[in-house]
């Protein structure tokens, strides 16, 4: 269960780091090298060694990993609304 949960959160988390990516935010600006690193890529395999470190943690048999990377999702998906709808 808890690598499921921990699987359907990482698809959230990608889909909501593409949104932010792809946002053109003002904040993005002020950080080019992280768009630039590996052609734009480097935060997208920052997300995929958070994602892959969380689910063979939770492949050990600890839930608290998999609720670790849930609650990790909420604060990336509320960050991520903040950043969106341009309340910040």
């Not at 269960?1 to 698809?11: E, Q, S, T, V, Y």
Request: one cysteine or more.
């Amino acid at each position: 269960m808890g690598l499921i949960i921990a699987f359907f959160c990482g698809i959230a988390n990608f889909a909501l780091h593409k949104a932010v990516m792809e946002s053109d935010h003002p904040m993005l600006r002020q950080i080019p090298w992280l768009r630039e690193m590996l052609g734009g890529r480097a935060s997208f395999a920052l997300e995929f060694l958070i994602l892959l470190g969380a689910m063979a943690l939770v492949a050990e048999g600890s839930l608290f990993w998999a609720l670790a990377y849930f609650a990790y999702s909420l604060f990336n998906g509320f960050s991520a609304w903040l950043i969106l709808t341009n309340r910040i």
